[in-house]
């Protein structure tokens, strides 16, 4: 056990899904019907031993209760105090109504939805969005909460619950508009007061209240309502550390300084000037530093955070406690678990356990001075001038090449018009073209052939035919339906990220390095360790192949620079601006030599791009110029007359429309459905110039359209956006769907298409 300083030491909250995806496994068999929801309990309790016990083998002082969830914290939140729809009848705070609220219900045979699922920040979690009701009282129901109080205390005294707070609860909420769910705030307040006396009635001492909105741009009512708030559910006995993270306070931090609250947590990640938030904090206060980047994968250099933090020590003294920026939940549990990346790796990884450890060392730094942890110092800074002696880490024609495209506008040779005119005289499509975005269906066989290869039980022949039999197969049942662009499917592709990393170079793959997405869903982003470099051809074979067996264009597909960027762990030494453009200029080269190949269409997906939005608007500016750049490097060779797609998926448009026309895609295919093409308001208002296809159907729903639904959404369409830029495709790829319902869906999709050709 590592000796504990006299620093005070805490968490924000802790993975939940435990070792080896425990929880994940415990929650599916159970949800499956196959195991007991005693048997659940059980593997949960144990998942939260491991993480008392981790918080104790390194010295922290206050371990964090309450962060841990059966599905999501905003939706354990909403039945703590009774904020659940009339729709799912009971409102009791139980396991069951949890999981009703994440997955929905059917009840004698009517579907209860399950309630939305948004982005928590600009993190890859998705929480569960409450649903307020103007009549559904606030009632507290706290038995599971207090269990989980009663159990860690037991574990240590010293454990602190954690609690979303009301504020952020109700921001982050809907059903309501801004004034009725800030008008709730009065009642809730009174809720949360109810709570803190249940808390210190065990003998609680510290509780975190987490309100991240502070570091959003709040309007002028909710940063009000902080005030009264915060008044109105103070219980003498209990402290109260108000948590902020994901970004900096900027003009908020009077605000945040002064509320009756007796701590103040900060992201230094995210702030420049600790001591003036210090300077601010009234002095019987504590300031938590959130000096560890608590969504890095990577070991910390330790000894220019202990030289940051030494002012503040000498300022506040014991008022200063340490912490990992955020929540630790965004990082997988342990890297210990990574025994097969090669060791300057391993070496370099701190997943949510080695924080801990990094943490009880800047304790013991800061107040017993460097010498007391130099061993581990040294060891940091070993393995890390290991990391970097490696010849893939920094390549200089990578960087010759990366440097220069900062300063560049890369357009391409002719304007759209041009491009269009060149793309219609090698193509001659129909008025109203119809495609789809990629992917077919991923069926039982394509999995089982690429595992097998994967496993070397398939030779690369034997994988490379049945591919070809599946590329085939898809071109003609395209053809059949009648689509005028055709795809090859991506069956060779496992995730649309992992397959071109496993083909670049810079790219490393864990075995254990999961991230809670969303309820029992994790994700296992590549690490982006290296220069980003190509070294052969990734793509070209097989669309070559696919082109090779129709007439009409079949669309080579490739993720974009960005999507794969924010959906990877990415090194800590250079700027995401600079890997952007790495990977930019590996697609470019692919894009080169696909054109080359004949391929006359290229769709480079980029669905997360809006994910690397900061939270404040004043900086989007200079990330959507570098992404901007970066999906343009990639196609700026394209000659006219091969036409770049891209596609975007759940996105909303109005506030970024300037940056996607901006990309000068030749056609764009978006989500729109599920707002009824009301999305394509955002490009009808600012006249897009460039060519569109609304998704005409929903294909995460397993319904087949009929032309009766499809028919009137065209029409839609057709107001906002002229005919002749007007494309037909559904609104996703179709790769969860099966072919019993893909084939009648397109079907009507190209009956429609058909029909209203002839109107115009
Ligand atoms: N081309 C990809 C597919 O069809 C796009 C996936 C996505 O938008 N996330 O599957
Ligand atoms: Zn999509």
């Known amino acids: 056990m590592s000796t504990s300083s006299n620093i005070i030491t805490h968490t924000l909250g802790f993975p939940r899904i435990g070792e080896r995806r425990a929880l994940k496994w415990a929650l599916e068999s159970h949800w499956r019907g196959e195991s007991s929801a005693q048997a659940l309990q059980a593997t949960a309790k144990s998942v939260r031993a491991q993480t008392f016990h981790a918080h104790k083998e390194s010295g922290i002082t206050h371990p964090p209760v309450g962060d841990f969830s059966f599905y999501d914290h905003m939706a354990d939140t909403a039945l703590l105090f009774g904020q659940v729809p009339h729709r799912f009848g009971s409102t009791a705070n139980t396991l069951d109504n949890l ?6 219900k059917n009840v004698a045979g009517q579907n209860i939805a399950p309630l939305a699922m948004k982005k928590w920040f600009n993190s890859n979690y998705h929480y569960l969005v409450p649903e307020l ?17 009663r159990e860690a205390l037991a574990a240590n005294p010293a454990a602190k619950p954690v609690l979303v707070g009301p504020l952020t609860f109700l921001y982050l909420s809907r059903g309501l508009d801004e004034a009725g769910r800030l008008a709730k705030a009065e009642a809730l307040a009174a809720g949360y007061q109810l709570l803190l006396n249940e808390l210190k009635a065990l003998g609680v001492a510290w509780v975190q209240i987490d309100e991240p909105i502070l570091t959003l741009d709040l309007p002028a009512d909710w940063l009000q309502a902080f005030e009264p708030t915060y008044h109105r559910l103070k219980v003498p006995g209990i402290k109260l550390l108000l948590t902020t993270y994901f970004g900096d306070l900027n003009g908020n931090v009077a605000l945040a300084a002064n509320l009756p609250v007796d701590g103040l947590h900060i992201d230094a990640t995210m702030t420049r000037d600790l001591i003036a938030v210090a300077d601010r904090l009234p002095d019987y206060k504590v300031l938590s530093v959130g000096i560890l980047d608590g969504r890095s994968i990577w070991r910390a250099d330790l000894a220019p955070m202990l030289q940051r933090l030494a002012p503040v020590y000498a300022r506040l003294k014991e008022r200063l406690w340490l912490a990992p920026s955020c929540s630790l939940l965004h990082l997988p549990l342990d890297a210990a678990f990574e025994t097969k990346l090669p060791e300057f790796l391993r070496n370099n990884l701190s997943y949510a356990r080695q924080k801990l450890t990094e943490l009880n060392l800047l304790a013991r730094g800061l107040s017993e001075g460097l010498d007391s942890i130099a061993l581990e110092l040294n060891q940091a800074a070993a393995a890390r001038a290991e990391l970097d002696r490696q010849p893939g880490r920094n390549s200089s024609t990578v960087r010759a090449k990366t440097e220069t ?44 052939a690429r595992k097998a290869f994967k496993n070397r039980e398939l030779s690369e022949e034997q994988y490379e035919s049945s591919m070809k039999d599946e590329i085939r197969h898809v071109i003609e049942i395209q053809e059949k339906i009648g689509l005028d662009v055709l795809v090859h499917g991506e069956a060779e592709r496992n995730d649309m990220v992992e397959y071109f990393g496993e083909q670049l170079d810079g790219f490393a793959f864990t075995q254990e390095g999961w991230v809670q997405s969303y309820g029992s869903r994790c994700v296992k982003p590549p690490i982006i360790w290296g220069d980003v470099q190509r070294s052969r051809p990734m793509t070209v074979a097989w669309a070559r192949y696919a082109q090779s067996l129709s007439q009409r264009p079949v669309k080579g597909m490739l993720t974009g620079p960005v999507t794969i960027l924010f959906w990877s762990f990415v090194r800590d030494d250079l700027s995401r601006e600079a890997v952007c453009y790495q990977i930019a200029e590996a697609l470019r080269q692919e894009i080169n030599d696909l054109a080359a190949a004949g391929i006359g269409m290229i769709q480079v997906d980029e669905p997360a791009f809006r994910e690397g939005l900061p939270l404040r608007r004043k900086d989007w500016a200079p990330y959507l110029n570098w992404a901007v750049r970066a999906f343009k490097h990639a196609v700026v060779d394209a000659p006219n007359d091969v036409q770049i797609h891209t596609h975007m998926c759940y996105s909303e448009f109005n506030d970024i429309i300037e940056a996607i026309a901006a990309l000068d895609a030749d056609v764009i295919t978006i989500e729109t459905t599920r707002s009824n093409m009301k999305l394509l308001d955002a490009f009808s208002d600012f006249h897009y110039p460039n060519a569109i296809g609304p998704g005409i159907y929903d294909i995460h729903a397993p319904q087949i359209p009929t032309m009766e639904e499809i028919e009137p959404r065209v029409r839609l369409a057709l107001e906002k956006i002229p005919a002749e830029r007007l494309w037909i495709n559904p609104d996703c790829g179709l790769k969860t769907r099966g072919w019993k319902e893909v084939i009648p869906s397109l079907e009507a999709m190209v009956a429609v298409a058909r029909k209203l050709r002839k109107e115009h």
């Open 133 to 149: 009701e103007a009549d559904q009282p606030i009632a507290l129901d706290a038995a599971r909460y207090l269990d989980l109080v």
């Open 405 to 448: 495209i900062a300063a560049t506008e890369p357009n391409r040779r002719g304007a759209f018009a041009e491009r269009a005119a060149a793309q219609q005289a090698r193509f001659n499509l129909p008025l109203l073209p119809t495609t789809t975005i990629g992917s077919f269906p991923q069926t039982h066989e394509i999995r089982a």
């Open 99 to 104: 999981f009703t609220l994440g997955r929905g």
